[in-house]
């Protein structure tokens, strides 16, 4: 990281503190032309249920980001517990051809990957892109979602990410 504007924290300590906020862990998908292509993210968010609105921060930077921003779509795959190997391969720079390589997955409405198995996916049309610091920050207009209320019977059980680690969820009542 280049600068941090304030002289109280540096770049590691900002990481490390923001570490400590736990996320669920998502694959944001979409196509390259006829190519299947998507990334490692948590910084998913719901935005605005009228009208339905959710969004993501992708580095400004990113390769992913750039192959799937010209077809103005993407879909957002909620990964489950058991998908955590997912999670490290669409996060490693380099192997963008790769990624799919062995996912099973299908088109949504708009043509983007769904992952087979997710605990939830959101089929999204890119709405408007802002650039903040040295992230963009996505909107999109959700055009279609579904979760996989059963799991095949299992409950669905979403992956977490805290401290830089992988995890699975508890309730506590
Ligand atoms: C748990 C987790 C969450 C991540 N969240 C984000 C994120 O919100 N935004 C982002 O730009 N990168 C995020 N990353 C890193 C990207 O997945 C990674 O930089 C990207 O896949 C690199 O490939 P690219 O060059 O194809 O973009 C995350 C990685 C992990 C492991």
Known sequence: MSEIVDDAFDAQQFRTVLGHFPTGVT???GMDGDAPVGFTIGSFTSVSLDPPLVGFLPMKDSTTWA?????????????S??????CWKFAKSGNETERYTNVDWHPAPTGSPIIDRAVAWIDCKVEEVVEMGDHYFVLGRVIALEADADHNGQGPFPLLFFKGTLGGFAAEG
């Open 27 to 29: 694959i944001v998908s």
């Open 67 to 79: 192959a799937m921003a010209q077809a103005g779509s993407f879909c957002v795959n909620v990964l």
């Open 81 to 86: 517990r058991d998908q955590a190997d997912l």
